[in-house]
Every structure is written in structure tokens, then in C-alpha cells.
């Protein structure tokens, strides 16, 4: 299966994430991991809080350069057959919690029906200059070697993965450090 990770310097212009930003910041709670009634608060696993982004047609100005970059990079790098994204995640991590996220895969591959679709492609995009935090790094323990940390630091920057692939983000120590996340859904891999 493809490994790759695909680094889309300066992608996403200031102002759509400062935009993002500024839209999230009265509505943030604090994070889950898991989905549904297998879902919840675990801080040992995840210190962070999020707002979802969910509708398409009231913040076009968001989604459109989102989805077009992914239509780009995954026609140019991956080629999975993509149907659709889930809502975008906006996660705020900072100092007074020592924000991070535990190393883990996006993915969910087993006990999936044969029709049903799972997260085939991850997207994180920095949304936060890093002068403003210290820490809140993003990391791929198992493929370290594939990634140049200082390439993603930028704002506007996007990391694309295979959601299959394990990555995490390391406490952050002063700031406050803001991205954007979201997976693309399709059918089962083949």
C-alpha cells in the first residue's frame, strides 16, 4: 500500500486561515477520539479542543480551495477513487493543557461492509504561523524518514497521507497552535 506523504508548501492562502480561525474561536469544546457510542474524552490519548466546519455551501469560501488542492494532489500522488470529505475539524492545541494527540491511524478497516466507504486519505493544514507556539509538532513515528518537519511549519501548509498511515502532533509547550484537519472518504481498498 502507498506510503507517501505529500507536503503542499504555503498551499492555502493567510486569509482563508485566519479566516478559519476566527470563524472556530467561539466554538470550540474539548475533543473526542473514536466514533459514536465507542467515542469520548480520553486524556491520556488526546488533549485538545475542536470545531467541526460542517456545511459546504455556507463556507464555500473554506471548502473550495480545500477540495481543489486534494482533487490535485490526489490525482498527482494517490489516485484513490475518492467520494466525498467528512466535515472539516478545526483543533485548537495550547499551553495550558499541553495540547498533543497520541500517535494513531484515521482509519477504521475492519468489520466494514463490502458496499461501506472508509477514510482513505488525511489532510492536516497548519493554520498557525509557528513564531506563535512552541512544540505541537506533527509527526509520523513509522515512516519518520518520508517527512522533513521543517517543511510543514508554514502557515497555509498542508500534509497529505494515507489515512492508514500513523501520525501524531507533540505536546505544545507555549502558544497556541491551530489546524485543520479532515479524510476522504471512498470505497474499500482493493
Not at 493544514?125 to 517543511?151: A, H, I, N
Request: aromatic share 14%; net charge negative; proline share 6%.
Amino acid at each position: 500500500m502507498k506510503r507517501n506523504i505529500i507536503i503542499a508548501k504555503n498551499a492555502i492562502k493567510p486569509e482563508i486561515c485566519n479566516l478559519i480561525v476566527e470563524l472556530a474561536k467561539p466554538h470550540f469544546q474539548e475533543s473526542q477520539i473514536g466514533f459514536g457510542d465507542k467515542g469520548g474524552v480520553d486524556h491520556n490519548v488526546r488533549r485538545s479542543e475542536t470545531f467541526w466546519i460542517n456545511s459546504f455551501v455556507q463556507h464555500f469560501e473554506v471548502y473550495q480551495p480545500i477540495i481543489e488542492l486534494v482533487r490535485q494532489v490526489n490525482q498527482q500522488f494517490y489516485g484513490f477513487d475518492l467520494i466525498n470529505p467528512e466535515a472539516l475539524q478545526v483543533t485548537k492545541y495550547d499551553e495550558k493543557n499541553q495540547g498533543f494527540y497520541k500517535p494513531h491511524i484515521d482509519g477504521v478497516y475492519d468489520e466494514v461492509p463490502s458496499d461501506g466507504v472508509v477514510r482513505k486519505l488525511s489532510m492536516s493544514l497548519q493554520l498557525t504561523s509557528p513564531e506563535y507556539y512552541e512544540g505541537g509538532r506533527f509527526q509520523f513515528p513509522d515512516d519518520s524518514e518520508k517527512f522533513k518537519e521543517e517543511d510543514s511549519l508554514a502557515q497555509g501548509t498542508v500534509i497529505f497521507f494515507p489515512s492508514y498511515i500513523k501520525h501524531g502532533v507533540t505536546p505544545v509547550t507555549k502558544g497556541i497552535r491551530y489546524s485543520l484537519v479532515c479524510w476522504w472518504l471512498g470505497p474499500l481498498f482493493r
